[in-house]
């Protein structure tokens, strides 16, 4: 069975703190791991990765992924009480059969960054 | 615009009913996908549709129906056989296999559905 957790569940900083969100994964024929920022409604896209090693940046947010070790880590620098949000990680498999497309989501990690 | 939208955004039901969510995109995506999220709970999969017609099960198919009679609209019915209905549904949709982002999905604002 395909698998994902997220660790921690939820995590509360003060604004100017870095923290890190982590995602362990088994699965069967990966493809590429996405994290997804989701406040009141629809998640939104942040990251997809398909490479080990290699670090996606935007502003003050990064990520990189380790197919070795079966892991990525999502890394907020100077946090701002907009970055409150629950924060998800998935994994997408390989099309073929019926996997087209689909992905299995952790659980959520619930950010709360304080003034 | 192009998005994806769902109605409505809130839903009351009482028990023994049955209710269709709907969901429309424009994005001209050929994969749709129903989710539920309850709290403390990422997402998990009812159904997904990889074109007009034809439809899977995903991880919790039990107490759901869908439909998929056009390539922009992928209605899910809660029947009254789900057993714990309430909860946060999603839709999404992604690209045609075969393009680089395939795994890439983009999601509508959801609806909160309440049993009574």
């Known amino acids: 069975e395909d698998k994902v957790v997220q660790s921690p569940l939820s995590l509360v900083v003060h604004e100017g703190d870095t923290v890190t969100l982590n995602c362990s994964y088994e699965?069967?024929?990966?493809?590429?791991l996405l994290w997804y920022k989701q406040e009141k409604k629809a998640p939104t896209f942040l990251f997809m990765l398909?490479?080990?090693?290699i670090e996606k940046k935007s502003g003050r947010l990064s990520s990189i992924l380790d197919k070795k070790e079966l892991f990525s880590i999502l890394n907020i620098t100077a946090t701002q009480t907009g970055d409150s949000a629950i924060y998800l990680c998935a994994v997408g498999l390989n099309a073929g059969g019926t996997s087209y497309g689909k992905l299995t989501f952790g659980q959520g990690t619930i950010l709360t960054v304080h003034p | 615009d192009g998005g994806i939208t769902q109605s409505p955004k809130y839903l009351f039901r009482k028990e023994g009913q049955n209710v269709t969510l709907s969901c429309e995109q424009n994005?001209?995506?050929?994969?749709m996908y129903w989710y539920r999220q309850d709290p403390g709970q990422g997402l998990r999969l009812i159904y997904y549709?990889?074109?007009?017609?034809d439809f899977q099960k995903g991880d919790i198919a039990e107490g759901y129906s869908v439909s998929r009679e056009k390539k922009e609209s992928f209605p899910l019915t809660v029947t009254s056989a789900q057993k714990n209905p309430t909860a946060f549904y999603l839709c999404?949709?992604?690209?045609?296999w075969g393009t680089g982002s395939y795994n890439e999905q983009f999601f509508g604002p959801g609806t909160r559905l309440t049993v009574l």
């Open positions: 398909t490479s080990s090693g």
């Open positions: 994005l001209n995506h050929d994969a």
């Open positions: 699965v069967t024929n990966f493809r590429s």
């Open positions: 549709s990889q074109i007009v017609n």
């Open positions: 999404a949709s992604s690209p045609k």
